[in-house]
């Protein structure tokens, strides 16, 4: 029998919460974090998008100086949230196994405002003027780099890149590190800081971001016939996974079992999802059938549901595929409605929501569905927060979707 | 050109966003490695710093004489004449 893992600290900083608290709070309020981006670059280049979903709370406002000048953003949002995540749990740095102590930090472009900000330095001043942090700052496994230093974490840092699916293959690495036996915590997560002029040009290039620059709070609205693209967001999230013997040996709150994960890759196209799903229900059955779960224990779904106008849809899709007729009674949530899409740390965030979720038994919302595409008849939580049922083991799913064929699920248990 | 004061004042602050330390440890009597416990990396930062910030150029191999504070006033001071 594996080891059982399970969900013992949360953290978070994201536009609509710079902590775990504070996001909740507005997962259920609905409330957007886009708006129009006060930067000069934006007119400088004059964008075809002009808004994104910035963090409430930015690292500056948190962090020391020495930390911001000597991390890239996306390694502040780690750190951030992971200490964050770290306090959460209870757990003491002095009695830690330090051996069993291993992190999973994803991100699914890694530091591009040190590569670029470095680029242009070098070109405009020389090579003198390039700093020598440059290539710590920018390289992708930088989060679990520092998060590794900042913890003491010495039983390996990892770092998956799968786009879009990153945060949520942390997870799943994370679960793995120790139902394997070689780790009894792990600190797994995600983090992005890709609200740059760079990376907001390719994307909108592509046409996969929102245009919808005169409201950018009604950007980001999946499944309605009017979305769109999806808004750019920026933060990260953290999860303290415990082995259930190393949790309970220290009386440690438990918010919920990390029951099964999935990851699969489409082998279909670069960028496009394969429309039949296919890779998406293989990802959803295989991290049910992981974690031991019946359609009828699924009760809520956080969706990938970006608000694109061809992703959205193919995810029903699966759902559909994968838990049958239940998909009448499971609520699910489209919280990139509400922080739009934090790429690689989207997945992370969402598990945080997740795990919230069957704990406290009730389910963000959803903003800006005012007319549901019909070929989506999913059951979305809108308006009011949905009451999940308070009896008896309750499963919520996560599903995470990435360029490249990426699908990772999570399966997230009441305990 | 900057006085040997604005050029302390000017080290201190770049070894205070470097590192954190408190603007007024920055003296001439300390040693980058051994008081201030600035590691190679940091000490590269703060003499690529310090060019731009002097307008003076501190050659690689003059950097590992540099081993206090007041070694690096003195060379930029003298690198501005």
Redesign the interface.
């Known amino acids: 029998m594996a080891r059982k893992v399970v969900i013992t600290g949360l953290g978070a900083t994201t536009p609509i919460g710079g902590d775990v608290p504070t996001l909740w709070e507005n997962a259920l309020k609905g409330v957007s974090g886009a708006a129009t981006l006060e930067d000069d670059w934006v007119k400088e280049y004059d964008l075809p998008v002009t808004f994104a979903a910035r963090a409430s709370v930015q690292p500056a406002e948190v962090l020391s100086r020495p930390e911001t000048k000597r991390m890239d953003p996306s390694t502040q949002f780690a750190v951030i949230a992971s200490r964050e995540a770290w306090a959460d749990s209870g757990l003491n740095k002095e009695e830690i196994d330090h051996n069993k102590l291993a992190v999973a930090f994803a991100t699914g472009i890694g530091g591009v405002w040190t590569l670029l900000n470095a680029w242009d330095t070098l070109r405009e001043k020389g090579p003198r003027r390039v700093l020598p942090m440059t290539v710590p700052m920018l390289m992708p496994n930088g989060p679990a780099a520092a998060v590794s230093l900042d913890l003491g974490a010495a039983g390996g840092a990892h770092t998956p890149v799968s786009a879009c699916a990153s945060g949520t293959e942390a997870m799943h690495v994370g679960l793995e590190l120790i139902r394997s036996g070689k780790a009894d915590v792990v600190m797994v997560g995600g983090a992005e800081a890709a609200i740059h002029p760079m990376p907001m040009a390719a994307f909108a290039s592509m046409h996969a971001l929102s245009r919808r620059n005169d409201d950018p709070a009604k950007a980001s609205r999946p499944y309605d016939t009017d979305r769109d693209g999806f808004v750019m967001g920026e933060g990260a999230g953290a999860l303290v996974l415990e082995s259930e013997e190393h949790a309970l040996a220290r009386g440690a709150r438990i918010y919920a079992e990390l029951a099964g994960s999935s990851v699969t890759s489409d082998a279909h196209h670069i960028t496009a999802p394969d429309p039949d799903g296919s890779g998406a229900t293989r990802a959803l059955k295989a991290a049910m059938y992981d974690g031991r779960i019946q359609p009828e224990d699924v009760v809520h779904v956080n969706a990938h549901a970006t608000s694109t106008p061809v992703g959205d849809a193919p995810e029903y899709t699966a759902l559909k595929n994968a838990l049958g007729d239940q998909l009448d009674n499971v609520w699910v949530s489209a919280t990139k409605s509400q922080m739009g899409h934090l790429l690689g740390a989207s997945g992370a965030v969402e598990s945080v929501l997740c795990a919230l979720a069957v704990y406290h038994r009730t389910t963000p919302v959803t903003i800006n569905l005012d007319n549901q595409d019909p070929a989506i008849p999913l059951k979305v939580v809108t308006g009011e927060p949905q009451a999940l049922p308070a009896e008896g083991s309750i499963v919520a799913l996560n599903n995470s979707f990435g360029f490249g064929g990426h699908n990772a699920v999570v399966a997230i248990r009441s305990v | 050109m900057a006085s040997n004061e604005e050029i302390l004042a000017g080290l201190a602050e770049i070894v205070?966003?470097?590192?954190?330390l408190d603007e007024a440890d920055v003296q001439l009597d300390k040693s980058f490695t051994e008081d201030l416990d600035i590691d190679s990396?940091s000490m590269?930062?703060i003499v690529?710093?310090a060019?731009?910030k002097f307008d003076v150029k501190i050659p690689d191999e003059e950097v590992k004489n540099l081993k206090t504070v007041g070694d690096a006033v003195s060379f930029i001071a003298g690198a501005q004449a």
């Open positions: 205070n966003s470097e590192t954190g990396i590269m930062t690529v710093e060019e731009e």
